[in-house]
């Protein structure tokens, strides 16, 4: 059974950093994509980052380029989402995906999905 759950979620002011992770079981991690959706308050789910499973390369949202970092630890089996210079309206429940061979940016090509977390940041 294949489990995502994320974790790191808060509550931080503009400007602050934040490190949500995502702990993975049930399937081979080095072999999967891992990415990072979010979906503001009365929007529709947004891509953030994917990382390929061996990590050689990374992709990000334009919203996200240069502010967020997303990395993988295959000995912990987690990937995590670095998110520096926080703005009010990077709030949204963040979500982490997982599949073999995605379509990076779009959410419905994605397999397995984690709960979600929720991050907020005031003004």
């Known amino acids: 059974q294949v489990q995502l759950v994320e974790s790191g979620g808060g509550l931080v002011p503009a400007g602050d950093s934040l490190r949500v992770s995502c702990a993975v079981s049930g399937l081979t991690f080095s072999s999967y994509t891992m990415g990072w959706f979010r979906q503001p308050p009365g929007k529709e789910r947004e891509f953030v980052a994917a990382?390929?499973?061996?990590?050689?390369?990374?992709y990000y949202g334009d919203s996200v380029r240069g502010r967020f970092t997303i990395s993988n630890d295959n000995t912990r089996n987690t990937v995590y989402l670095q998110m520096n210079s926080l703005k009010p309206e990077d709030t949204a429940v963040y979500y982490c995906a997982a599949d073999s061979a995605p379509s990076i940016r779009v959410g419905s090509s994605w397999s397995y999905w984690g709960q979600g977390t929720q991050v907020t940041v005031s003004s």
């Open positions: 990382i390929m499973g061996n990590g050689r390369a990374a």
